[in-house]
């Protein structure tokens, strides 16, 4: 171990690594470095990591985040798809023996057998500025699966922050609103300009911090049916929900069993999807299943 480099997270500092290893972007992985010490500081402090966490970062990029994570946790396991970046990584976290590189498509990765390896299965601290193109696949699989979580703050699209933590009647409602907060808390710490990252995206950004729940706000017999269901909901977003379960035949819920629940609850027959409210399609989910 050396003694470690200076952060990072200032455009000259940055240009200089990408320079020094005549780094070339990668649009396909959705690299847009963070250039803004600022703003680091504000991941780093909405994460509340302390020496007893031990973090998963994905998508380290130069390691720029990750020096701050491994200066205030117990550990860091950092998951980097592109090969290109490893050599670089090994350079700007040599300074510190507590960071685990580990080169692979987060996607594969068995994040669940990491966590116990690393550490025995209690939960990990996930923190990212995540590549754009996968943002909602890896939230999701990180929620779905069970993964232990004690929080998730990353950087995403101010786009999805907002669908993540919108109620029933907002034209960003939808599926992943719902299962995120089934999941956990959502709280939108700060907006991102373009300005702050290296090459600039288009679109704007924003750190969102998801507190995972200890248990599920609502009690649903059937978690799978119920985001089943939702998915149906939300896939036919203009129409009824009546409808866009009887077109997802798989669901095996027929129209009138549908219109049949929805009276039992109170609610109209004509009702959307997009005006209910997670206890509402954790109530109609346990009464389909009565
Ligand atoms: N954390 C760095 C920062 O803030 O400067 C880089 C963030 S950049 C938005 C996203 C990073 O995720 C890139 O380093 C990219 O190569 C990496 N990445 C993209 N797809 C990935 C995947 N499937 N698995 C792991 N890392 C991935």
């Known amino acids: 171990m ?36 600022h703003v680091l500081d504000k991941i780093i402090r909405a994460a509340e990591i302390t020496k007893e966490d ?53 996607m594969k990765v068995d994040l669940e057998a990491l966590t116990q390896k690393r550490n025995e299965g209690r939960p990990v601290k996930v923190v990212a500025n995540l590549p754009y193109y996968i943002t909602t696949p890896i939230i999701m699989g990180l929620l779905e699966k069970h993964v232990p979580v004690q929080s998730i703050t990353v950087m995403v699209q101010k786009e999805v922050a907002d669908r993540m933590q919108v109620g029933p009647g907002t034209k960003d409602y939808g599926a992943l609103s719902l299962a995120v907060q089934y999941y956990a808390s959502p709280y939108i710490v700060a907006n991102v300009p373009a300005n702050c990252f290296l090459p600039r995206p288009k679109v704007g950004s ?24 939702i998915r149906a909901s939300f896939n036919q977003r203009r129409k009824t929900l009546q409808n866009g379960i009887s077109h997802a035949a798989e669901l095996g819920i027929s129209k009138e069993q549908t219109v ?31």
Do not use: W
């Open 2 to 37: 050396t003694a470690p480099r200076p952060y990072l997270g200032s455009p000259q500092e940055t240009i200089a690594v990408l320079n020094q290893y005549k780094f070339v972007f990668q649009k396909k992985f959705g690299q847009n470095f963070l250039i803004d010490p």
């Open 54 to 106: 031990y973090v998963v970062e994905i998508g380290p990029g130069i390691g720029t985040m990750t020096q701050h994570l491994a200066a205030a946790a117990r550990g860091v396991a950092a998951i980097e798809i592109d090969k290109a970046l490893i050599p670089i990584l090994e350079d700007t976290l040599s300074g510190y023996d507590n960071v685990t590189i580990i080169h692979d498509d987060v």
């Open 260 to 290: 049949k629940v929805l009276e039992e609850m109170g609610l109209s027959p004509s009702i959307r999807g997009e005006a209910m409210t997670l206890a509402q399609f954790a109530e109609f989910t346990n009464r389909v299943l009565k």
């Open 206 to 229: 924003a750190v969102i911090r998801l507190t995972t729940h200890e248990s599920p706000p609502v009690k649903v017999k059937d978690e799978k049916l119920m985001f089943a269901i």
